[in-house]
Each structure stands twice: as structure tokens, then as C-alpha cells.
């Protein structure tokens, strides 16, 4: 089992965009489990002093894909994890394909993603991934590629 | 209807019109999104455009509640950094729905762009907001 401690020496991610807590188990290369836990003292939670109650704890469809993204990024890095992007090279999503979000999840769901690698060529690798929540499929997504890239090509991009 | 959200900053509705949308939005350097991703390098999460989509979809259809569906598919082409400007352009048509054969999905496909240029290029499916 990795915990947040080690997490932070393999991904970049850092509080509040730092979405997966734990790996539950990992297959170098081929496969990887994590969680999060949702919990309603979350960031996207807030709400401004005087601003309207929220009608919905709903969570945000696009964090939670980022929570399995970053799960997908914690085994495509697994043998050369990077925890600052200074030093080694930035992850970025370059496309997604077949994503279905198939339930709502709220505060007190704990997402399980499980993450398979499907092919790494060069910094380019293609994963897939189920996010479940008591054993119930919650997000499906077919294909995410991720590419890797150094952040002083940016710089002068 | 207000609803969490992973950004601070709403986008604005510039225009919108039966099938298409513009929205806009300038990306604040202390929103919560850019804090952790990265720290010393403020990237935008490529997944987060998302939210601006929707923001901007919900903005163009108020008497409408709409969920995320399905990314059919999404190609992110720059990082979108704190300081840019966002806009997000939609155009959105009926869709049905498999299973019933009901046009009561919208299929949706975003361009997002900054001053540099072409961001993001989106095909997503909404559903009715679940009652």
C-alpha cells in the first residue's frame, strides 16, 4: 500500500488538486488500484460568506476524472515517478476517448479507480480506467493519453 | 441552482443563441485550481475546460439542468495558464438518447481557446439533469 506520504514522492499533484489518498496495489506496467475519499470539506464545497446555499453535493464531474488521471499517471510513471515538475517532466492529458460517467457520487463515496496501461511508447502512454464505488461502476473511460514534457519547452513556447 | 464547482471564477455568457454559445472567462492566479497543479508551474488540469463547458452550456440553456454525460472525445493541444483569458465557443444540437430513442440529450462540441490560440476541442454529450 503507498499512502499520501509516498504519493508525494511520485506525482506532482499538491493540495487541494492532490485527488487520490492511497494505491491499493500496483502491477508495474500493466495495472494499478487507488482511492479516493470524497469528502464534503472538499474546496469545490465552499461557498463565500453571504453566497447561496448550494442545491446540490454532487462531485464535480471533471474532479473526478482528475482523480483518476492522477491515478493513471501514478503508474504511468511508476519506474520514473516525478514529484516536481522543475526537475523532470509535466504531465498533460493530451486527449481522452469514451468517457461515460454512469452515476453521481457525493461527500462519504470512496471512488476506487482501477487503472490499466495499455501501451507506452516514448513519453506517450495510453490508459484506461473504472472508477467504482462499493463495487458499482461509476465512470468508464476507454483510452487517456498522457504525454510527458519538459516544462522549459513551455517556457519559450 | 448553485451548484460546487472546482473554479472560483464563473465564466460570463458573451452570446448565445438556439444551437450555439460563447462564453469567457480570465483565469484568476490564485484560483484553488492552480494552487496544487503544479506548485512553481500553474497549469490549468486539461479536465477542468470541462467545467468551463459546462458553465457555459448551463449559462445558454438557465430552464434546462444538465449533467455531464459522456466525452465522446477531447484533445487538449496547449496548457491553459493563470492570466489567460479563456473562451470557450459550443455548438449544440439535439441528441437521442439509445436506449429510448428520446432527443432529450444535447451533443455539444467545444472549442476552447486563449490569445495563444486553440486550447482544447471537445465532443460531449449532456443529459437532463436527474430529478
Known amino acids: 500500500m503507498i499512502d499520501t506520504l509516498e504519493l508525494l514522492t511520485r506525482i506532482p499533484h499538491r493540495h487541494p488538486i492532490l485527488l487520490v489518498d492511497r494505491v491499493l496495489a500496483v502491477q508495474p506496467g500493466v495495472s494499478l488500484t487507488a482511492t479516493k475519499v470524497v469528502s464534503v470539506t472538499e474546496f469545490c464545497y465552499r461557498q463565500p460568506v453571504g453566497a447561496a446555499p448550494l442545491t446540490s453535493y454532487r462531485y464535480p464531474r471533471p474532479l473526478m476524472l482528475e482523480s483518476l488521471a492522477q491515478a493513471a499517471v501514478v503508474l504511468a510513471t511508476w519506474d520514473r515517478p516525478n514529484p516536481d515538475v522543475h526537475s523532470g517532466k509535466l504531465q498533460l492529458a493530451a486527449s481522452l476517448r469514451g468517457v461515460r460517467h454512469l452515476r453521481s457520487v457525493y461527500p462519504g463515496d470512496v471512488l476506487e479507480h482501477h487503472i490499466t496501461l495499455h501501451t507506452m511508447v516514448g513519453d506517450t502512454v495510453v490508459i484506461g480506467g473504472v472508477t467504482t464505488v462499493g463495487g458499482t461502476p461509476v465512470l468508464e473511460v476507454d483510452q487517456f493519453v498522457l504525454a510527458m514534457r519538459d516544462v522549459a519547452d513551455f517556457a519559450t513556447a | ?131
Open chain 2, 1 to 131: 441552482v448553485s451548484r460546487p464547482s472546482p473554479v472560483t471564477v464563473p465564466v460570463t455568457l458573451i452570446r448565445a443563441d438556439a444551437g450555439s454559445a460563447v462564453g469567457q472567462v480570465l483565469l484568476a492566479v490564485d484560483d484553488p485550481a492552480f494552487a496544487g497543479h503544479y506548485p512553481g508551474f500553474p497549469v490549468l488540469p486539461g479536465v477542468f475546460g470541462l467545467e468551463y463547458v459546462g458553465q457555459t452550456l448551463q449559462a445558454a440553456v438557465p430552464d434546462r439542468p444538465v449533467v455531464l454525460r459522456e466525452i465522446v472525445s477531447a484533445k487538449f493541444r496547449r496548457p491553459i495558464r493563470p492570466g489567460d483569458t479563456l473562451t470557450v465557443e459550443l455548438t449544440i444540437t439535439a441528441h437521442s438518447v439509445a436506449a429510448t430513442g428520446e432527443e432529450s440529450d444535447l451533443a455539444v462540441r467545444a472549442r476552447l481557446s486563449t490569445e495563444g490560440g486553440a486550447a482544447a476541442d471537445l465532443r460531449l454529450i449532456y443529459a437532463p439533469e436527474e430529478s
